[in-house]
């Protein structure tokens, strides 16, 4: 270890200490899916296959760039899939699986795992908007924002024709199933998704900047299910879920995590 790397651990250590912050966060992972759970795989951490570095100086061994790699846990694709829109000839357009009788889906399990949004949901009335389920569900006992994003730092040959909605909320207050939001920019080109490609990235925030996040698989716990029944789908009878933030920290238990054993 470098000075500087030493330095820089030893000052967060010590402002840790003296705010009495936590520089480990346990985060329990698990999926809430009626069917074919097995599909879901576990995330796992952040790796690059790359050669061994020739300089001190290379990149590999950057700190900063060490660290903002093992920070994030890559959410691997369940399925194959490739998935393109049709226009009618009144001009709307229809979103078909582009593989036909070929597809490894039925179209019963793709109604089930996704949805197009109405138009007047749209952030742009050219860029359709789809959201495929995604029900990992993250829940922690210590203050700690979960974020969700795309792929970034993985090489696509070919490039998804549009944007993977973000997500940022309190991972231990509002425990909830996540999805997989994607905004379509061209529709004359399809999107292919791979089952085992890298999905999505989860990173958290944490109080304590210098902290990292130890991930277990979590127990579906009594106590879990009736708070996260308390939460789920709100969205669907009130606007503005952030405000009832502070109602869901009100009735939630002191402890949700519970890793799960074997």
């Not at 039925?106 to 389920?133: D, V």
């Not at 829940?139 to 490039?159: E, G, N, S």
């Amino acid at each position: 270890m470098s000075w500087d790397e030493y330095f820089a651990e030893e000052q967060d250590g010590r402002a840790a200490a003296q705010s009495g912050k936590k520089r480990t966060i346990t985060v329990g992972w698990t999926v809430r899916a009626q069917k074919a759970s097995v599909i879901w795989a576990p995330p796992q951490p952040f790796s690059r296959n790359d050669p061994k570095p020739v300089s001190s100086k290379s990149v590999q061994v950057c700190p900063a760039a060490v660290d903002f790699d093992r920070r994030h846990y890559v959410v691997p694709c369940p399925v194959d899939l490739t998935l393109k829109f049709d226009r009618q000839p009144n001009g709307q357009l229809t979103l078909v699986d582009a593989d036909g009788e070929k597809s490894g889906m039925r179209q019963t399990g793709l109604r089930e795992m996704m949805i197009l949004h109405p138009q007047h949901e749209w952030r742009n009335p050219e860029r359709p908007l789809i959201q495929i389920i995604a029900p990992y569900v993250f829940v922690t006992d210590d203050p700690c924002y979960i974020v969700q994003t795309p792929p970034y730092l993985h090489y696509f040959p070919t490039p998804r024709p549009g944007l993977q909605m973000g997500g940022r909320f309190p991972a231990h207050i509002w425990p909830r199933p996540l999805s997989w939001g994607f905004e379509w920019y061209d529709v004359t080109k399809p999107l292919i998704l791979k089952r085992g490609e890298p999905w999505f990235y989860i990173s958290f925030e944490t109080e304590n900047p210098s902290a990292h996040v130890r991930l277990v698989e979590q127990e579906m716990t009594p106590e879990l299910e009736k708070y996260m029944q308390s939460i789920v789908d709100v969205s669907n009878y009130v606007n503005k879920t952030y405000s009832l933030f502070s109602e869901a920290q009100r009735m939630r238990p002191a402890t949700l995590v519970k890793a799960k054993k074997g």
